[in-house]
């Protein structure tokens, strides 16, 4: 019987196949989602089974309007070897490739990729993607005019659509509430909204009317008087920590407690931009704010950085994560992430190595303030058990592998408050750093971490949720300042203020802020350090 499906097929019959092998083993976060919301008893039984049936349509429709005869079988291929990575991480970490998403896909290193390899992946690649691309690429095609194929493809596509018209009409009590209250489980169909998600990022990364870059700011000076200290302002941007494990605010493990020793002001209601590093880094140095950040018009406008350095402000990013997201494009930038600058490496470079060889930076710029941007590695997953030496290691069992289904809730949550308990000596020794100095400056530390975490709440796993549907652990982020002795602010008010609810947005107005640059495009309500002047 094997062999006989080798035999010369039609193309539509292909597609069909095709389309079957992904509805039955290809979504299995799909359907783990759907009878999470409709249990597979009664007269659910039905319903789900006919949103198999919609969804083998709606996978024939898509596959056939995309493919050609010539591109038939290297197109089904690519599909077939790209949507069995696609299952297993919806299946391993419940996420859904979306816009967002894919953006994070193309930016990631080689680094983060070796992070997420393994042999389950592995298994999945084979199985569900090389096996089933071996044996599609063994059958023949059967030779169609241009006429009789496009008679072929408009027959499979009104078929389909019939059929899926037919179950929706059959179910409209269980499709309205489906389309209506349960939009989020569309997001985990493979491949149709992966290659929708493809689709819209490609429009709008190459259809967007940005050209060159856009200039803002253009009138920005500093105001401060003539007799202030210079300022030496540390800003250390996170890596996917979450507010509710920081012991600052209220976590049971002493997770912060050289934070806790230092006299800092504690932002207990931040909100990210976004829930990947992508969107979230250069959302926060941008003008826009969420509600209006669009990749490609925060790509070709210039960011608070630019700004600041226009009014004559020295700036230094020093990076030890995947890069600056573009937003460090035209200031001085130093890779931390090998040996070659990072003096602090073992199983991999350390954040602190950020630190080697700060002072000498300070000591070299005699004029000006001075702005330093630490871009951490944190708590970036799904290995936490690397993210910090060996003897930060006081919360056990960890788990120990990439696989965070293969451990338990435990041993994850263990490895990931040991990668706090890292960042929380690494932000000591920044504060450190700036009390050395405070006699001939003005210094300060703002840390926030880019986005937050998702440790198996719900089943979910990692971060880039979508943002209108992701949990609080994915946008909820800690945020902290520390003041030297030379800063004239009042941290009272400061501290009161930071009981309400703040958002990345107010990123790019403080640090313009902190050297009190003055500009058309500085909003003081959303500067956290209006209200202490």
Request: charged share 20%; proline share 4%.
């Amino acid at each position: 019987m094997f062999f006989t499906f080798l035999k010369p097929k039609k193309a539509q019959i292909v597609i069909v196949f095709v389309s079957l092998f992904f509805v039955l083993f290809a979504n299995g976060a799909f359907f783990k989602h759907v009878l999470e919301v409709y249990p597979f008893v009664g007269g659910n039984i039905y319903f789900v089974l006919s949103l198999g049936i919609v969804l083998l349509c709606a996978t024939v429709i898509v596959l056939t309007l995309l493919s050609w005869r010539y591109t038939l079988k290297p197109l089904l291929i690519i599909i077939l070897l790209v949507s069995s990575m696609v299952a297993y991480f919806m299946d391993a970490y419940d996420v859904v490739i979306d816009t967002h998403m894919i953006q994070n896909l193309l930016e990631t290193n080689i680094k983060e990729s070796a992070d997420l390899l393994s042999l389950k992946q592995v298994l999945y690649f084979l199985v569900l993607g090389v096996i089933p691309s071996i044996i599609l690429f063994r059958i023949k095609i059967v030779s169609r005019t241009l006429k009789e194929t496009i008679i072929d493809k408009a027959k499979s596509i009104a078929i389909s659509l019939v059929i899926a018209v037919l179950m929706i009409f059959s179910f409209s009590k269980y499709y309205t509430s489906f389309f209506r209250e349960h939009k989020p489980l569309r997001y985990y169909t493979n491949p149709a909204f992966y290659i929708y998600s493809l689709g819209s990022y490609v429009q709008k990364t190459f259809s967007h009317p940005y050209s060159g870059l856009i200039s803002i700011g253009q009138d920005a000076k500093i105001v401060a008087e003539n007799n202030e200290p210079r300022k030496l302002i540390i800003l250390v941007v996170g890596e996917a920590v979450r507010w509710d494990h920081f012991s600052l605010n209220g976590y049971e493990r002493e997770t912060t407690p050289l934070l806790k020793k230092e006299d800092v002001i504690n932002y207990t209601q931040f909100t990210s931009c976004g829930t990947e590093t992508a969107v979230s880094v250069p959302c926060m140095f941008s003008s826009f704010g969420r509600e209006h950040y669009e990749k490609e018009q925060a790509l070709h406008t210039e960011n608070v950085l630019d700004i600041m350095k226009r009014a004559g402000v020295n700036i230094l990013w020093r990076e030890n994560n995947s890069d600056s997201k573009g937003v460090a494009q035209r200031v001085e930038f130093q890779n931390y992430q090998s040996p070659k600058n990072n003096s602090i490496c073992d199983e991999e470079c350390r954040d602190e190595g950020m630190l080697v060889g700060l002072q000498g930076y300070i000591d070299s710029h005699p004029k000006g303030d001075i702005l330093i941007v630490l871009h951490q590695m944190g708590n970036h997953g799904p290995a936490y058990y690397k993210r910090y030496p060996k003897q930060y290691e006081k919360y056990t069992p960890v788990c120990k592998t990439n696989q965070l289904e293969q451990c338990s809730k435990e041993e994850i949550t263990n490895a990931y408050d040991n990668s706090i308990l890292y960042t929380d000596t690494f932000l000591s020794k920044v504060i450190g750093l700036l009390k050395d100095n405070d006699k001939n400056y003005a210094t300060g530390m703002f840390y926030l971490s880019d986005h937050g975490e998702s440790l198996g709440e719900k089943g979910l796993y990692l971060h880039g949720f979508p943002y209108s549907i992701a949990p609080e652990a994915q946008k909820h982020i800690p945020a902290v300042m520390w003041f030297g002795k030379q800063f004239n602010i009042d941290k009272a008010k400061i501290a009161e203020n930071a009981k309400l609810p703040q958002t990345q947005d107010s990123v790019f107005h403080t640090l313009l802020g902190y050297s009190e640059v003055n500009t058309s495009v500085y909003k003081p309500e959303l500067d956290l350090l209006h209200v202490g002047r």
